[in-house]
């Protein structure tokens, strides 16, 4: 109970702060733009669209501001601001509480910033946020709790930084969210409770990432219209698996190194399913021909994108059947001349370095709670003793 005693009292102030204050949104928002964080702060016109014609949106006219303190947009009347924007700042740190005063801000972007490290304080006090951005940054991974304050959130988008781990508890609490966008990272697997979570999500793009199994079967996502998987390094995506988004509308399997795809149990489970895009794969031209004449049967519509003159119907394949890669010590890289994806060894290799490492940050992870239980286990023997 002690541990949560303040995370209790810090969500009460907050949800006081949020009912204490009436947040005016207008048709046509007009955006403040500010020289300095210290021109800001000195600030005495109201962000209140009641009290000043002025505007509730804000930005920053300066090039840098590398660390925000806590309590960075604290001034006067800031609990109306509605969206800030941080885009291209070159911020490296955010300080605990940065943003507390901020009880009405809805829109935050922190994009093309060199923000590496987040918190589960670092947005401690914007809980009526509904769309945040931090697009090209250098987080490498989501600590637990990291958005958990955001309990309105629709929107996350975390495309293009460098991560390469999702914590088990990254996402608690956002219930509300509708869109997630981790696009253009190096994540090569995330574990399933990870999007536990998230029960009203309708998009999720994992596109370039390092992917060779999604383990897509396993997440409970059951609301779940999009998933965009294009990109990656998949070898197979099995369809006769029992998925829980049923209400899957578009497939995105494109820029893989899929061979074969079962059609027939695809359109079983995802009876909802109206685009698959199978574009810049290793197709074999009489099997994708089979499966895409029984997808157009089956009325799903099949974007086209041919890049060589051999195609069935605007979508490359292969005459002959090669397997792209394999990922045993082994590893023999065997390439088409017609190849639809360039990779060389090097990347290659890189991929098998990422995948060794994850099987050692999962085996890391064990330990951690095996050293969690230990611990729990040796203060409730201390407690015992003290009380005999």
Known sequence: MGIYFPIILIAYANIQGALSTECVEVDRPKTR????????????????????????????????????PKNAFLTFDSEHIIKL?????????????AFFSLSCLKYLTINNNSLSVLTWKTFDGIQNLKELELIGNKLTELPDKAFTMMTRLKYLDLSDNILYRIS?????????????KLGKNRLVYIQPEVFNPLVSLRTIDLSFNKFIDSGSEKWVLPNLEILNLSGNFLRNFDTSLNFSFRSLQKLNLSSNYLTKLNVHSLKVNFQKLTVIDLNHNYWHCDDLASMLHYLIDNRLRIPSRNTTQ?????????????IPFDFSETTTVAIPSSSIIAMNVTALNELKIEHQIRNLSMKNDEILLEISGVRKLLIFCLLFLLFL
Not at 44 to 64: A, I, Q, T
Not at 85 to 97: A, H, M, Q, V
């Open 85 to 97: 924007d941080l885009n291209g700042k070159s911020i490296r740190r955010i300080s605990d509480n």
């Open 168 to 180: 088990p508890f990254s996402f608690d609490n956002l219930s509300s969210l509708h869109y997630l």
């Open 33 to 68: 733009i500010f020289p300095s964080l210290v021109a800001f702060q000195g600030n005495k016109v109201p962000f209140d669209p009641r009290n000043s014609s002025e505007g509730n949106y804000v930005s920053f006219g300066l090039r840098v501001v590398e660390n925000l």
């Open 310 to 322: 051999i195609n069935e119907m605007g979508i490359d394949c292969e005459n002959t059947t090669q």
